[in-house]
């Protein structure tokens, strides 16, 4: 308690003030007010988000706004817009470095793949509903697996500023690092040394073999960038998601002998897909990008804390996600989908600071070579 004129601490019975001697008119010390709810869960999640960049070796995100980068996918486009689109990643389409873009990209095409993929989707299963043809069941099967995956690739791709990938290569990359990530992973399972995992060992065995796919089939040194990386690692990602969401939905055809259950599958691992192996796939080979640059492959990359710690992320998350904990409505997936997304526009961020320095240091020696005295003047016909 404190005296009401003064401020003097005074004694719980004290008649008057020990400082001033005036009668005691105290009041008791307030409390201060506790921060509001929403500020004080703000706190946790920006040192959440803190700790989880720190962790992968990204910056705070600067400038990101999820309404700004997606702004533009209701906008119309030309045809011609829309045909010269892909022409890049040839050595004559793709564009100088002084040329790339540095701000965060503004992907729209994406969207018009899912819709017209789950449109073709809508045309198969009006198909076998309407004429009960089992021939349109493996083509239902194929592109209700198809479309969520596809859609996302076409997202990383869009968020390569570099535009120095070919989308034949992207295509390439879905079919045959999909299947060759499969055949790493399932001799995985054979061995057997993580079963007392259970489903988590595959958040360590797939995610080793999707990576190892990425590694086996990329081999170019034209593709220096940590953007690269992760479109690399998205396409390969997106075909393990497909040909797993197809195997998944024929065997659930099979086992219940009911194509309803097979479409709840693929309308489950299709909402959910972005969130999954795509996202993980890319972070670890955006992560391995990031150190390895224009150089070839060598052991010391996979050791290198800082491809090992990032790497760890898509390995936990995978396993946290087949672990067999409760979730109603599939809220920890979607939660797990949010972590990893939030690393991955981490490392597009890192990507495009990596173009922009590489900007400058290509400008930097033609301003010296100008200044340098006695340099031979180039004359451009």
């Not at 001799?187 to 073999?209: K, R």
């Not at 998944?248 to 489950?268: G, K, P, Q």
Request: proline share 7%.
């Amino acid at each position: 308690m404190t005296c009401g004129g003064c401020g003097a601490q005074v004694l719980a019975g004290d008649r008057f003030c020990p400082q001033c001697g005036r009668p005691t008119t105290v009041t008791e010390q307030s409390a201060p007010a506790p921060p509001p709810l929403s500020a004080a869960a703000g706190g946790i999640l920006d040192d959440l988000g803190g700790r989880l960049h720190r962790f992968a070796g990204t910056e705070r995100l600067e400038g990101f706004s999820l309404g700004t980068m997606f702004s533009e996918v209701f906008k119309r486009r030309g045809v011609d817009e829309l045909d010269e689109y892909f022409l890049v990643g040839t050595r004559r389409t793709t564009p100088p470095l002084a040329a790339v873009e540095t701000g965060w990209p503004k992907p729209w095409f994406f969207a018009r793949v899912l819709l017209f993929v789950v449109v073709v989707y809508v045309g198969f299963s009006l198909g076998v509903n309407q004429f009960r043809n089992l021939n349109l069941v493996p083509g239902l099967i194929m592109m209700g697996s198809l479309a969520a995956p596809l859609a996302t690739v076409f997202l990383f791709f869009e968020l390569n500023t570099p535009r120095n990938v070919a989308f034949h290569e992207v295509l390439m990359l879905v079919c045959f690092g999909g299947v060759v990530s499969l055949f790493v992973s399932l001799l995985g399972f054979d061995f057997h040394a993580l079963d007392a995992l259970g489903a988590s060992q595959a958040g360590i065995i797939e995610e080793i073999g999707k990576l190892l796919a990425v590694v086996l089939i990329v081999r170019n040194r034209r593709y220096p960038y940590t953007l690269n990386g992760l479109l690399f690692g998205a396409a390969v990602g997106a075909g393990f998601a497909i040909f797993e969401s197809a195997g998944y939905a024929f065997n659930a055809l099979l086992r219940e002998r009911s194509l309803e259950a097979a479409t709840h599958v693929i309308h489950l691992r299709a909402f959910l897909s972005p969130f999954g192996h795509v996202a993980w796939t890319a972070i670890a080979a955006g992560a391995l990008w990031r150190i390895k640059g224009a150089r070839r492959f060598n052991a010391r990359m996979f050791v290198d804390p800082r491809f090992l710690k990032p790497f760890c992320i898509p390995v936990i998350l995978h396993m946290l996600w087949n672990a067999p904990l409760p979730s109603p409505f599939y809220v920890r997936h979607l939660v797990i989908g949010v972590v990893g997304w939030f690393v991955v526009f981490g490392f597009v961020q890192d990507g495009l600071r990596q173009i922009r320095a590489a900007q400058a240091d290509a400008a930097t020696p033609a301003e010296g070579a100008a200044a340098a005295p006695g340099a031979p003047e180039v004359v451009t016909p």
